[in-house]
């Protein structure tokens, strides 16, 4: 019978079948982080039971971890309290951890691909949504609730439903300035946060076969905004490229072997979705959001929609506009803005610095803009000083922070200030989502770079045909 | 950890009757850094409850003293946004039992089963006969009947059914936890496991 990709994967990690309820799925490799995995150990402790294979476990501190000087005590106690408790769980169960300060050290989706324990057609589950990120490889990955962690970290398996199937393509040339950010932001605005709750997505068409590892992970890492339970793309030569040789990955004879498998990763000719849909690339533009959640995107020079263009509750959507102090009908090109964020496991890789690096070389940072520039982890930092791309930033006005997830969430000291406005790289525009009363304007970091350096919302082809010119 | 079984709640409903209740309202990510589940409920709505200086935000709907019990009605895609189960937590520590809605987010939906939560996803209509009947009468009272599985607004005795798979609803009629029933299974883990390589 002819398969998905998602099919694949999933039927070949399914330990058993219970009818009329879950699948038993085991998983290959868990990802776990200092928020969501206290009272998982707690669980553990209170059962008496121990990690049933740390070797496919790995621990990092990225959510609440301040990005200024890493090296001294974290000050917020609750927070340093939080840390230690990782590191002491870790120890106890023998799990890797990498915590501040280690080389290894970053945001959860960004070292997972970077050390080689993201693979293709792996099952790979983390207490954190965006765990989707890892989809670009081939592998089913998704985020998981505490009672999960605990379940993963004592069992090695969860217990859910198959998804549903949905097929997402996208064939054509991609615009000038339109990044995968775009691409991904675009989708949504389509679907809405709600459109593709219930399924698995697969990316597929030449976008996505253009495209970077590092692009693929952003788009596969914003796949929850649209309520999908992850998304994936099948791997090809650029995915065995990437993964090979890093640490974690298969070596000698096994590369070999797992070379087999990898290969037969892609959805058969007639295999059948749920659900298919289809945009063209051409369609796609720079992209923003106005409102507050990731569905409320639209192209930069289009104008705020008006409430009854739009399905669904007007009064949430008012509530929304009235929250940003924006109203119906008006331009996003032009409005002032405060910071700038670029960072997140969304688009916190030096791919992203260097399109950042791209827009601000031979150009200053607007005095009106507060900028955070966080590395998703040391490698990624380290690559942005051999490139030269830190001496570009400071000689533009901006200074790079350790990494972290950091502005994203707000966890840390890093929070936009109530009322401010905010032109951010990460994946989440709720109220609050970046500080209490902050607001939140999704971008890609060519937008971020354009806002950062003229202080409002701008068109970065502008920038670009300066440079080009 | 076992949790509360679950069979027929009769109780009142707060009604929210707002879109796309993402978790990072229902709990803001400054207050998850606890690392036992205690005192979640405290926060829950936080920014929605609360002005900046603590003082409680009096249109805010947990605020209203003529609207309580153990049932959240929410409006569609509640619970999207971020995997942080300690929106249920907060949820189940605030007092309610069960959450319902339209439309779930997945994510919320698996944790708030995985701790005896019940999300009940209603038509968006009966949604609406829900949200009028409260409005008009904030002591009408819904009546959730797992073992039936439906859900009945008693005044008027309108009433629909509700989906649940068959193993998480014994789970919950009894109070058991999916772990239990892996570390039960876990020779044919560790077989499944030889099999699949690092």
């Known amino acids: 019978m002819s398969k998905t990709l998602f099919d694949k994967v999933w039927d070949s990690h399914t330990v058993q079948r219970i009818e009329n309820g879950p699948d038993v799925i085991f998983i290959d490799r868990h990802l776990v982080h200092e928020v969501t995995s206290p009272v998982a150990f707690l669980g553990l402790k209170n059962r008496g039971v121990k990690v049933l294979y740390p070797e496919r476990t790995f621990a990092t501190a990225d959510h609440n971890t301040p990005t200024l000087n890493q090296h001294l005590p974290v000050k917020d106690k609750l927070s340093a309290n939080q840390l230690k408790a990782l590191e002491e769980n870790s120890k106890a169960h023998n799990i890797p951890y990498w915590g501040l300060g280690h080389e290894k050290n970053g945001i959860v989706h960004v070292i997972g691909p970077e050390n080689g324990i993201t693979l293709p057609g792996a099952t790979i589950v983390c207490g954190d949504s965006h765990t989707s990120t890892h989809g670009a490889f081939g592998a089913i990955a998704f985020g998981i609730g505490t009672s999960e962690v605990e379940m993963v970290l004592s069992t090695q398996c969860i217990m859910q439903p198959k998804a549903k199937s949905m097929r997402i393509n996208i064939d054509g040339d991609l615009n000038i300035g339109v990044t995968p950010k775009d691409v991904a932001l675009f989708i949504i605005s389509k679907l809405t946060t709600s459109g593709a709750t219930g399924y698995f997505v697969e990316y597929s068409g030449q976008v996505f076969r253009d495209m970077s590892m590092e692009g693929r992970m952003t788009v596969c890492n914003l796949s929850i905004e649209m309520g999908a339970r992850g998304g994936m793309i099948a791997p090809d030569e650029k995915t065995f490229d990437y993964i090979k040789g890093r640490e974690y990955t298969p070596k000698g004879a096994a590369w070999d072997k797992a070379m087999d498998y990898w290969q037969t990763l892609y959805s058969d000719e007639d295999a059948v979705f749920d659900k298919e849909i289809a945009f063209t690339a051409s369609e796609i533009e720079p992209m923003i959001t106005y409102g507050t959640n990731p569905g409320m995107g639209m192209g930069i020079q289009n104008g705020i929609p008006l409430a009854n263009a739009v399905e669904g509750g007007n009064a949430t959507y008012k509530k929304s506009l009235e929250y940003m102090a924006f109203n119906e009908g008006e331009a996003m090109i032009g409005k002032p803005i405060d910071f700038v964020f670029l960072g997140s496991c969304t688009n916190g890789r030096i791919e992203d610095f260097r399109a950042f690096a791209s827009i601000i070389k031979g150009r200053k940072k607007a005095d009106n803009v507060t900028a955070w520039l966080v590395p998703g982890s040391h490698r990624v930092e380290e690559a942005i000083k051999t490139e030269g791309i830190l001496d570009l930033l400071h000689e533009a006005g901006f200074e790079l922070r350790e990494p972290g997830c950091s502005a994203c969430l707000a966890m840390n000291d890093d929070k936009i200030p109530a009322g401010k406005y905010a032109v951010s790289t990460s994946n989440r525009n709720f109220e609050g989502r970046q500080g209490p009363g902050s607001r939140t304007l999704l971008a890609s970091p060519l937008v971020a770079a354009a806002a950062a350096v003229t202080g409002k919302v701008t068109d970065p082809r502008e920038l670009m045909q300066e440079v080009i010119a | ?198």
Request: hydrophobic share 35%.
């Open chain 2, 1 to 198: 950890m076992a949790y509360d079984k679950f069979n027929i709640l009769k109780s009142s409903a707060v009604p929210l009757p707002i879109e796309n209740v993402d978790t990072d309202q229902i709990i803001p990510a400054r207050f998850l850094k606890a690392t036992e589940r205690k005192g979640f409920g405290d926060n829950l709505f936080r920014d929605w409850r609360y002005h900046p200086d603590n003082t409680p935000k009096e249109q805010f709907v947990l605020n209203n003293p003529i609207y309580k019990g153990k049932i959240l009605v929410g409006g569609k895609n509640f619970g999207s946004g971020s995997s942080r189960e300690h929106a249920a937590w907060a949820v189940y520590d605030y007092g309610f039992r069960c959450v319902v809605s339209s439309f779930f987010a997945d994510i919320f939906r698996n944790n708030c089963l995985n701790i005896g939560v019940l999300p009940v996803q209603v038509s968006p209509e009966f949604l609406d006969k829900i949200f009028r009947a409260v409005e008009k009468n904030p002591n009408t009272e819904l009546e959730i009947s797992l073992p039936e599985q439906t859900i009945t607004i008693l005044e008027t005795n309108e009433n629909e059914g509700f989906a649940i798979n068959d193993y998480k609803k014994e789970n919950m009629l009894n109070g058991f936890d999916d772990i239990d029933f892996l570390l039960n299974i876990e020779k044919e883990i560790r077989e499944f496991a030889e099999d699949t390589p690092l």
